[in-house]
């Protein structure tokens, strides 16, 4: 983290870009405040990278337009009715590189109301910035940068947070998540992205208040839980969430995932080992796909991949514990959770597919597998390859070191096989050397069940033996067609 001075040496520097300095000389210059509000101020005090631009002001969305449209090479208004009006502004954005632009938001100061039941406002313009930072979700973001003579508002002690790494909301934390539940959410996420630990009384609301976030629709869940397992980090929030009670109320497979451990009969504990293997997932994607964007879909198979143990945990004699199928039940539990979160079916589909093979692996470090075995294990993983791969690797967390090294070496080897029969026989196509129109013309049928059955012993041939050329697999299918 910056020292305070830096982080001010970057406000000031924000506040006097060209298109900042622009924008506030004309909103002043029309009777109107306008202050860089919230995740820019926070973010430059901190030294992080500012992506987006809000700001704030006393003008209603009209007079934003009126004000904005000589400035902007382009508007939009779709935001008009919450009083927000975007722009895309031409010229040297806060990178101070010409040539560049910077999109903003500006929004009218709000005083909404809410009514307890949805986390939907009554809509209200306001007409001062102290009030409207205080209603916002941390006292972290609740900071303003007055335009265009710099000047830092703060309301509510958010620099004195930030230096302690605290997050905290501005007001009594019953009434703040009690307006917005989705806030609570946020805590846990902003508590992994920044490193923050939540203050007493804010956690001890979240846990009183977890059953408030049923009234958040199941797509701004997803979302907030999307942007936790994007931080490179993720594993503090979900900690947070855990603790609170609140992943319970909208992921209860994670939670359900610390087993009492029997006297008798001991295991690993599978709510920490869910933990590190996310982290290792995630330590993986660094190291394999270096400047790569994160693989959100990865990290939920990671932290999903064991949620079939609760329900297929035995006692064994002798004080052992069997999960047996875990995988599978995993699966079909994934599955229903997330389409219950309303995720898109190609992130559903990899997701459960991830979890289905994880434990395929472990086969081949207890023994060697032919050319065969290797070949199915690529055809099935399809286009999840790598990430199984990854999830694979880290789903590695003995303790013992003689057994830990025994696996990386095997997988290195069943990475190598790959690469050596992919380079010979183009394994990433694996279909039969015989098309469907071809096996039609050798047998003399019509298109029917019997030309699948025949591309699917094509197939397991070409999977057991490799390439054997067009003409043997065509004397193998009359074969085949005549033993039928």
Not at 96 to 113: F, H, K, L, M, N
Not at 208 to 236: F, H, M, Y
Not at 317 to 339: C, I, N
């Amino acid at each position: 983290m910056l020292t305070m001075a830096e982080g001010l040496d970057r406000l000031g520097a924000l506040a006097t870009s060209p298109i900042m300095a622009r924008l506030g000389a004309a909103f002043a210059q029309a009777g109107f405040e306008l202050a860089i509000v919230g995740g820019p101020v926070r973010d430059a005090l901190l030294g992080r990278r500012t992506n987006d631009l809000d700001l704030a002001t006393d003008a209603r969305p009209d007079d934003i337009l009126r004000i904005v449209k000589p400035l902007a090479s382009a508007t939009w208004d779709i935001g008009r009715e919450f009083g927000t009006i975007g722009a895309k502004m031409a010229g040297p954005g806060v990178s101070g590189e010409p040539g560049t632009s910077e999109q903003v938001e500006i929004t009218t100061y709000r005083a909404d109301s809410y009514d307890g039941v949805t986390r939907k406002p009554t809509v209200a313009f306001g007409d001062d910035l102290d009030a409207d930072l205080s209603r916002r979700d941390f006292t972290v973001g609740a900071m303003a940068l007055r335009l265009p003579v710099p000047a830092l508002v703060d309301p509510t002690g958010g620099v004195e947070d930030l230096v302690a790494g605290i997050l905290r909301t501005p007001g009594d934390p019953d009434v703040s998540f009690g307006d917005d539940p989705l806030r609570m959410l946020r805590a846990a996420r902003f508590a992994a992205q920044l490193g923050f630990t939540v203050a007493p009384d804010t956690l001890e609301a979240m846990t009183r208040l977890r059953a408030s976030i049923r009234i958040v629709s199941p797509e701004r869940v997803q979302g907030e839980l999307v942007k936790l397992l994007a931080t490179d980090d993720p594993v503090p929030g979900i900690r947070i969430l855990v603790d609170t009670g609140l992943m319970g109320e909208i992921l209860p497979e994670v939670p359900a995932l610390r087993l009492e451990i029997d006297e008798h009969h001991h295991h690993k504990d599978v709510y920490e080992h869910s933990l590190t293997v996310l982290q290792q997932t995630i330590d993986l994607e660094h190291e394999r796909h270096p400047g790569g964007a994160p693989d959100v879909t990865l990290r939920l198979a990671a932290l999903l991949h064991d949620i079939g143990k609760p329900a297929t945990r035995k006692l064994e004699p002798g004080g052992g514990v069997s999960f047996h199928h875990h995988d599978l039940k995993g699966a079909r539990m994934a599955r229903k959770r997330l389409q219950a979160l309303r995720f898109d079916t190609a992130t559903i589909g990899a997701v459960v597919q991830l979890i289905e093979q994880h434990l395929r692996f472990f086969g081949y470090a207890e023994g060697a597998w032919t050319d065969s075995a290797v070949r199915r294990y690529v055809r099935d993983a399809g286009s999840e390859l790598e990430r199984l791969h990854i999830l694979t690797r880290a789903d590695v967390t003995t303790r013992n070191a003689r057994k830990a090294g025994r696996l990386r070496r095997a997988y290195d080897d069943i990475e190598r096989r790959i690469t050596e029969l992919a380079a010979q026989e183009e394994l990433d196509a694996m279909r039969p050397e015989l098309d469907g129109n071809r096996i039609q013309e050798v047998l003399g049928i019509g298109p029917g069940r019997e030309v699948g059955e025949a591309y699917r012993f094509l197939l397991d041939v070409r999977l057991d033996e490799g390439v054997i050329g067009p003409d043997a697999a065509e004397q193998r299918l009359r074969a085949w067609w005549a033993a039928r």
